[in-house]
Nanobody, 120 residues
Framework: QVQLVESGGGLGQPGGSLRLSCAASGFGFSIYVMSWYRQAPRKERELVAVISSTGSITKYSGFVKGRFTISRDNPKDTAYLQMNNLKPEDTAVYYC?????????????WGQGTQVTVSS
């Protein structure tokens, strides 16, 4: 059974930090490109950060560049999002996503999301 389970969300203070984890199971994690998305109330889901299967390439959306860091630990089948210098506008549900193309088939998995609220 394929699963992506996010954890680490909660209440963070402006200027503070949170670290999200995404634990994968049921598929070949190490060959998947992993991403973090977020969706704020009444807004569309947006891409936050992407990391290649080996972890050698990372990309960030402009609104988190320099504040957030995406990483992965392939032996542990886990991806992370370190969030520093949090802002109230970072408040959203954060989702983990895994994508891969194997042969002619494309695979796309999502976690259930974890709520991040930034407030003093």
């Amino acid at each position: 059974q394929v699963q992506l389970v996010e954890s680490g969300g909660g209440l963070g203070q402006p200027g503070g930090s949170l670290r999200l984890s995404c634990a994968a199971s049921g598929f070949g994690f190490s060959i998947y490109v992993m991403s973090w998305y977020r969706q704020a109330p009444r807004k569309e889901r947006e891409l936050v950060a992407v990391i290649s299967s080996t972890g050698s390439i990372t990309k960030y959306s402009g609104f988190v560049k320099g504040r957030f860091t995406i990483s992965r630990d392939n032996p542990k089948d886990t991806a992370y999002l370190q969030m520093n210098n949090l802002k109230p506008e970072d408040t959203a549900v954060y989702y983990c996503n895994g994508e891969a193309k194997i042969g002619m088939r494309e695979y796309d998995y999502w976690g259930q999301g974890t709520q991040v609220t930034v407030s003093s």
